[in-house]
């Protein structure tokens, strides 16, 4: 599992070690007050000890391991700062090879290009590593930075799934935007 991991000329994107709980945390703890709706801002880590980094550590190895949830730390290669994570969650494989996107770069670190670099080298890594064929990013549909990420990267809108997702006490529409493999 730790060999499944892609580089670009500034991020390493690999699945996280425990030897990653200072700078995970630290840039946690250094996010900055919410810029927007969708973006949490500092968050409270304060249950986030060495101990519970490490059950984390372990619960994602051992998803990625069942082929359910791959969640990757991004990396800056410069001096290894942990500046977001990545995550695919398998729909279904067989005849479909489908998984769900998510994105988060820590606030800290916006408008320097970050998302969009890693956002990319995520989706080869999917196809050329994770096999999957399809991907689709669920989005709401007024999350206009994410939406214009996802449409940078060569995602398209499919549709809007009404009622989809079940957040802030309510189902809510999201927009579905995809990539297919060989795109």
């Given amino acids: 599992m730790n060999k499944i991991k892609t580089e670009t000329e500034r991020l390493v994107i690999r699945l996280i070690e425990e030897e990653d709980y200072s700078t995970w ?3 946690y703890e250094n996010r900055l007050p919410s810029q927007h709706k969708y973006d949490e801002g500092k968050i409270d880590m304060s249950i986030c000890t060495k101990e519970w980094f490490h059950d984390l550590v372990t619960e994602h190895f051992q998803l990625a391991v069942d082929d359910k949830v791959y969640i ?3 990396f800056r290669k410069v001096d290894n700062t942990h500046i977001g994570f990545i995550d695919f ?3 279904m494989r067989r005849e479909f090879q489908w998984a769900r996107f998510g994105y988060t770069i820590h606030n800290q670190f916006w408008r320097q290009g970050y998302g969009k670099e890693a956002v990319k080298a995520a989706i080869d890594l999917a196809f050329e590593k994770l096999n999957y064929h399809r991907i689709e990013a669920h989005i709401n549909i007024d999350n206009i930075p994410s939406i214009k990420l996802a449409e940078s990267v060569g995602m398209v809108y499919e549709c809007t ?14 927009l579905v935007y995809f990539i297919n493999a060989n795109h």
């Fill in 161 to 174: 799934r009404k009622g989809f997702i079940y957040e802030n006490d309510k189902w809510t529409d999201h």
């Fill in 89 to 91: 969650s398998t729909i």
């Fill in 72 to 74: 990757f730390g991004v």
């Fill in 25 to 27: 945390l630290s840039q």
